[in-house]
């Protein structure tokens, strides 16, 4: 089993509808990394949590350590959300201290 | 403006050459790292560095080679050795102390026939 694995692989969505991407992980953990890579590769990021919630524009992140799960909404989808989004967590200690495992990413694809 | 650059962007080589893909942070980042990554695979390490002159293997460094004699540059040579080098190749960057944050290049595509 993966440490970290999301839900779902792919996600299709109409404009103007509310999107979830779900993250669970199995590892101990000191923050966890919301990133979006678009269709050219780039990766960038999105969010980096290590409790409760956090809201940046129609996006918003939450965490629940104890449940080691993470969510990143979209309120409002729109086609220029489409991409792959990936969840990574960052180790919290043992020989992995601060090391990155990634999720295997959420493709999105928002019709208009 | 700071970031990190990948070139190039898309690379062909023939089976059985080696090749080398360059990664530039003008960040002032210490550590550095480079990442494959496959169709419906997360993102895997290859090697990382927090130091110029060091770096140590990740999960999949069979077939690969770094170097980092500067502190802005950390270049992957994907040698013959390496079975399947067709993939996308991400370098990112970050501060050792501070922050866990990890800033990514544009990646590189690298095609191998």
């Known amino acids: 089993k993966n440490e970290v694995e999301q839900s779902p692989q792919n996600l299709t969505a109409q404009e103007g509808e509310f999107i979830t991407i779900n993250c669970s992980y199995s590892?101990?953990?000191?923050?966890l990394h919301w990133l979006q890579q678009h269709p050219g590769g780039g990766i960038v990021s999105l969010f980096m949590?290590?409790?409760g919630k956090k809201k940046h524009g129609r996006l918003i992140a939450t965490i629940n350590i104890q449940e080691k799960h993470s969510s990143l909404h979209i309120t409002a989808s729109h086609p220029r959300d489409s991409a792959v989004y990936i969840c990574?967590?960052?180790?919290?200690?043992?020989?992995?201290?601060?090391?990155?495992?990634f999720g295997q990413g959420t493709i999105l694809t928002v019709h208009p | 403006d700071g970031g990190i650059t990948q070139s190039p962007k898309y690379l062909f080589r023939k089976e059985g050459q080696n090749v080398t893909l360059s990664c530039e942070q003008n960040?002032?980042?210490?550590?550095m790292y480079w990442y494959r990554q496959d169709p419906g695979q997360g993102l895997r390490l290859i090697y990382y560095?927090?130091?110029?002159?060091?770096?140590q293997k990740g999960d999949i460094a069979e077939g690969y080679s770094v170097s980092r004699e500067k502190k802005e540059s950390f270049p992957l040579t994907v040698t013959s050795a390496q079975k399947n080098p067709t993939a996308f190749y991400l370098c990112?960057?970050?501060?050792?102390?501070?922050?866990?944050?990890?800033?990514f290049g544009p990646g590189t595509r690298l095609t191998v026939t």
């Open positions: 990112a960057s970050k501060r050792l102390a501070g922050s866990y944050e990890q800033y």
């Open positions: 590892v101990g953990i000191s923050a």
């Open positions: 949590l290590s409790s």
């Open positions: 990574a967590v960052i180790h919290a200690g043992g020989t992995s201290y601060g090391k990155l495992t």
């Open positions: 960040l002032n980042h210490d550590a």
């Open positions: 560095s927090q130091i110029v002159n060091d770096f």
